[in-house]
């Protein structure tokens, strides 16, 4: 038997109903501050598209009942709870940093077509110190085209990730759950004004705001 | 009638097609979320031995593989081969 791992989160006296990817029911194990959901479970679970799915939505309805909660990664998997609580201890002071952020958040995804290639060599003799160069970086994963569509939405985004795949980009917004709508609608209205494509996801747990 | 480049063509599929958010969920689900890892160390006698890090890590092969030069290279690499030098 084995324990699966499927989020953090702050304390909460709840029972869940959402069952786990074998239809296990899904049980919450204290590790000081912090609930820690977990399901035993007698096999590995693959990473099937439908797996996937099916995980996401476990995530989902957590998040839904939970306000703040840090989901994790499919396929975490320990072998028991003393192994639980040994590895979840050592960063307990991280996690709680992060509840604190991601608490009443949602992760909102924009992907942004036409964002131009990354520039993956940097020129190291026109940079002369660390500052320059981590910005000169920064530039160069950068969209800029974006610009317009962060600076309409800049009230409501408490944290921003930038990701590039060639020439789409995606951009994670961490927002209050409450303004999601609000949120999309000026998003759709930035991009249009600014001729720009791009696709609003969301809301959904903040897997891309894990990590501080 | 200039030809698209191929990168924005993708890009634009993955846009208009229903499988962004299926695209989502898996680059969420299998490359972001918290990781557990932790370090053990074995010791002797107040003396330590093995330092032991565990990790428990499921993700997307080109996360943790390095990146291939080439698209040749990264066909060998997936046919089980040494990439060329």
Known sequence: MSVCVYALATRVARRWTVRGLAGERLKTVRVGPLDVIVGEMTYRPKPTAANLLQYDRIVTQLWEQSSALLPARFGTIVTDLSELDFTIAMRRDAFRRRLAVVRNRAQMTLLVAGAGPVRRRLRPRSIRSGTEYLRAAQAAHGVPQFDPIRAAVRRWVKAERVQRHGSLATVYHLIPRRSVDRYRSVVEDAARAAGIRLRVLGPRSPYAFVDE | ?85
């Open chain 2, 1 to 85: 009638m200039p030809r698209p480049a191929r990168s924005r063509t993708v890009a634009a599929r993955v846009l208009d097609e229903d499988e962004a958010s299926l695209l989502d969920v898996v680059d969420s689900a299998l490359t972001k979320g918290v990781v557990l890892r932790g370090d053990v160390t074995l010791a002797l006698a107040h003396v330590d031995l093995v330092h032991v890090r565990l990790a428990m890590l499921l993700c997307a092969a080109d996360r943790v593989l390095p990146q291939a030069k080439s698209t040749s290279a990264r066909r060998r690499l997936r046919r089980g081969l040494r990439p060329p030098r």
